[in-house]
């Protein structure tokens, strides 16, 4: 019998939940409070409380509370789209004595009662994803590698698949007309936008072979990039996900409710009152000189997405959003056409703020302001961790004769950034270790 392993790391919740110890995680406390408190007279409730059915941002105890904040603000907060609807999935404001919230708002705007709240999916290290990462992240999730079934080593270079290269956003999209009529939301029709002196910078992350339709327009005499979300060369899907529909998280093997209309391209039915949280991905870096969340951001000025609101006529329900996906996808691709859709202005403002710790005070200082120490020392161990396997591949290469440098010359060629990073740190430790006098 195999003795258990002790040593790798484990989260106080996950000690605990062993244990017996069932406790209330930060998100759900929140989510409680939220739910049982008034928003204009602050008295909790033992039961959860109604909330306004357009907006679902605030919660009442009676008919008068509801009146009388109706009448001091929120008749004007829920038309101007003040607040976004309250979910766990999308927390705009910082919970349990945090200094950030969890999901920051970068830019959000409004058109013809729909409203579009745009926030940042970043990491711990604040690193661009990759596209050899699944779009979602499940607890069997892995990178694709060379040798895994249809992954080739030069797929993986020519796609820089390892490169950090995506910018991931989540957008919550809402319907609140006030005439009741839907609304449809074409997620994969999502575009970022360069300014007009950073298109050439954007531009140093395409690869080889084209893998997304990367278009321009001009306004006088500045061109702006117009980047689509990224294509996934091996599902030959776009990079994106419903994450949420109207307040239910939706997992990968969930059933699908009758609002989505077609999952794998975001194209989402909302009702007076209903919204979706999207997520997101863009090809944005090029993995070395744009590798981070807020160097890509700098860059960029906007995101566009169509809604069309109210829905036409003219075709059958049944194929409706199809067509209208089509007709999208041919006027986007025409050139120096014009980004569509609802267009959400980024804060740079807010942006530098969020990223502030991490731009004056380093990787650790932002780790500890975001996520807290328990977070920073959860992350010292993953660091801990990786080394280890770093110094144990270059043991069993050496062993088997393999090309050390080589092998480093590969992996920066092929975006691999951090494994060489990593490879290199444990043969520079090897090396001096071997100058040591004994």
């Not at 605030?58 to 009448?71: L, S, T």
């Not at 999208?328 to 050139?335: G, L, V």
Request: glycine share 6%.
């Amino acid at each position: 019998m195999q003795a258990a392993d002790h040593t790798s790391p484990t989260s106080s919740w996950q000690r605990e939940w062993r244990r017996g110890q069932v406790r209330a995680r930060p998100r759900t406390r929140h989510k409680y409070a939220i739910k049982h408190q008034c928003s204009y007279c602050s008295k909790s409730s033992d039961s959860a409380l109604p909330c306004c059915p357009i907006c679902k941002s605030v919660r009442y105890c009676n008919k008068e509370c509801q009146k009388a904040d109706y009448a001091a603000r929120h008749k004007q907060d829920c038309a101007e789209f003040a607040d976004p609807p309250f979910t766990t999935d999308f927390l705009t404001v910082p919970i349990e004595n945090q200094k950030y919230p969890r999901n920051p708002i970068i830019g959000q705007d409004h058109e013809e009662g729909v409203g579009v709240w745009v926030s940042i999916r970043t990491s711990q290290n604040c690193e661009l994803q990759l596209l050899a990462n699944p779009k979602r992240f499940t607890k069997d999730s892995k990178a694709k590698l060379p040798g895994d079934p249809g992954i080739t080593r030069e797929d993986l270079a020519k796609y820089k698949a390892h490169a950090s290269n995506l910018l991931t956003l989540q957008v919550l999209v809402q319907n609140r007309r006030k005439d009741g009529e839907k609304a449809l939301v074409f997620g994969a029709q999502s575009r970022v936008i360069s300014y007009g002196n950073t298109m050439d910078e954007l531009m140093r992350g395409k690869t080889s072979v084209l893998v997304e339709s990367v278009t321009d327009f001009k306004i006088e005499q500045d061109t702006y990039a117009v980047i689509p979300v990224a294509r996934d060369p091996w599902d030959k899907k776009p990079r994106l996900f419903i994450k949420n529909f109207n307040g239910t998280e939706l997992h990968a093997n969930d059933p699908l409710p009758p609002a989505v209309k077609n999952a794998d391209r975001g194209i989402v039915e909302l009702a007076q009152g209903e919204y979706v949280i999207l997520q997101m991905q863009y090809r944005v870096g090029d993995g070395v000189t744009i590798a981070k969340d807020m160097q890509a951001l700098h860059l960029l000025q906007a995101l566009t997405i169509p809604v069309v609101q109210p829905l036409p006529e003219s075709a059958p329900e049944e194929r409706l959003a199809h067509l209208l996906d089509i007709e999208f996808t041919r006027e986007q691709r025409q050139e120096d056409a014009d980004p569509l859709g609802i267009r959400v202005a980024f804060d740079q403002d807010v942006i530098q703020e969020y990223f502030r710790d991490y731009v004056d005070h380093g990787e650790r200082a932002y780790i500890a302001s975001h996520y807290g120490p328990k977070g920073l020392e959860l992350w010292e161990m993953r660091v801990q961790e990786m080394e280890r396997k770093g110094r144990a591949k270059l043991e069993e290469l050496i062993q088997a004769g393999g090309n050390v440098p080589g092998l480093i010359a590969y992996m920066r060629s092929a975006g691999m950034n951090d494994e060489a990073f990593l490879l290199e740190n444990a043969l520079r430790d090897s090396e001096q270790r071997m100058l040591l006098p004994s």
